[in-house]
């Protein structure tokens, strides 16, 4: 049973994709869209009930473990809050000329396309297939980024594709490293597959591994936008249409700290936990600073909440580098909680800006008059985003910062504290001088449209639930992932 | 053949290849730096076809072959037909003098012998010099990507780049799984065409070069 969803899961996507070659109609795609995203999610459910009662399940190239269930949770999830969005994001866009309507179904198809290689990438166990995937992560949503087809979009869709496929290079390189060290101990053809290389792990050449080690990290951390592989990530995740910001920020990026975290596991087992460790402290502490002055700066409202991610991601990397149970589990609640906030945030933004015609902070003015469901929600996730308690960034950036102390980082800690209390200040300054005041006379006054509401409703209550309290499954999840990345 | 020969031929290949980056490094017209890739993609199909007469393994004859008709010749017409296309005349001069480009070049491959020499066991693992010329094409090919700023150019240091990977995948004791390769150079020909058509569409939707986007900044 948990065998065959493992290949039907990347299936939904890829089959939902064909479907909508077949028709040009908007109510059929946005319903083709909702419908194969739920189905995601029922599946997904299905599958991690089975994995909670009988451990991980492997089929072929691809195997699910309680680890990759986190990840795979918050894709699903974040696909369907995404298709709920679209289908009253696409009724205005097209109404204001954003979108071709006869464009739609490659739109449409792209998009799924891009969620069937995403899902692929989490269930992979081999790291061939990871990489492959991953790969097509980037040739799928480069087009989706230069969608609008303007010179700004086409300039970060090139961008985007140049910087990130040369840097995956690195992390197929990497691969090729680690592969030829398991290579070298099983003797004959040896084997790719993540779940087999671990268990021989103990014995890899640590200076193969080492070296391997590190072309992965600036391989995927270019894809996760760690500073300073980042260039492209603002860039990208600003020109991008909404939903498709919200996929890139809230799921591609932890996408490629999963291929990071299955790296990290294999060169702790190899050369011991610290070197490592000490790889992923760095690049979150470079990305921790450099974002923050770009955040302070920033006019582009969108161009935000991207260096935000930058930050974000930089905390991920910090929690695994200060490593400990502590660390790897603030760092993989960070992970749920910044995907949630993140998508909250872009669609609230994207709202605002089709509100106002503009994606400059100072010409978004007095939100609560115009739009008040709108501009609570985008409130809320500032304050999230800023990790303001009791939001659920509060609890994940707090338990990253209990991994730290318990490991002694004192110097670590402290640029971490100071970066966060200046983005805070940053954060919440913006938001604010958007959401209240008087209106702009150019702010459109129309009715708040439901479908995009009803998915910020969505992930602002799993936001707000996580933050008040960790339900039991989630909790037992996230402590069986822990177990996985530390042993 | 015995162990020896293979590694001397690697090694001999691997100059060669060596040789080739440093065409598309000094390359000032785009066409040059073209032909230059396609000359170090069939060197690396070589190398595929010697270390399978080595190996026995029937894999790596079917990547050489893949890789001679992909890399070798399908793309490189493909950038042809795009500078075609695009009536490329003006040169865009590199960001830095292609003389400290090429002391820079001469800095890295130094280091990846360096980093590969410090690797006892490596020896093993990977045949020959393949693993620090392996290192040294990517980073060159990233460094080609750096300097300049046309478009073409850069898909040029890409494939660079790709073939210092394929050839340390090739050494690897038995090479890699087939089916990863072909699902690699897939991804490759994929990649390859969505940024043809995007250097296309720049230029016909907002008539300019990839090299004059530069608004996107802070």
Redesign the interface.
Known sequence: MAETLLWVLPLVPTVAALAMLTTGDRRILSAIDVGSSAVLVALTLLLAREVEAGGPRSLGVFRVDDLGLVFLLLLVVLTLAVSIYTVGWLRQAVAVGNMKAESLRSYFALVHAFVATMVVTVLAD?L??L??AM??T??TS??LV?YH????G??????Y??VT??GI??G??GT??I???A??VMG???T?SWSAIMEVAPTL?P??VR?GFIFVMIGYGTKAGLAPMHLWL??AHS?APTPVSALLSGVLIKCALLAIIRFQTVAAAACGPAFAEEVLLVFGLISVVVATP?IL??RDLK?LLGYHSVEHVGIVALGLGFGGAVGTYGALLHVVNHGITKALAFFAAGTAIARYGSRDMRAIRGLFAVAPIGATLLMLAALSLAGVPPFSIFVSELLVLRGGIGHAHWVAIAIFLVMVVVIFAGLLHHAGAMAFGEPAAAASREPEAWSPLLAMMLLAAIMVLLGLTIPASVDGLLRRATEVVVG | MSAESVYTIVDDLGALLLFTMILILAAGQIYRAIYAVAAQSLLIAIAGGVLATATGNVDLWVIAGVTLGVKAIALPWVLLWVVRRMNVRREVEPVIPVAATLTLAVMVVVMSFHVSASLGSVRHAITGNALPVGIALTLLGVLVMATRKTALHQMVGLFASENGIFFTAMAVTQGMPLIIEIGVILDVILAALVMAIMVLRVRSTVDADIASLDRLRG
């Open positions: 081999n061939g297939v990489w492959i790969e097509g980037t040739i480069a087009v230069g087809g303007h010179r700004h086409l300039e970060a869709a090139w961008k594709i140049i496929t040369i290079s690195f197929l390189f090729v490293l592969y030829a060290a290579a070298d004959g053809a040896g790719m050449d200076g193969i070296i603002p860039d020109q770009f700066a920033q161009r």
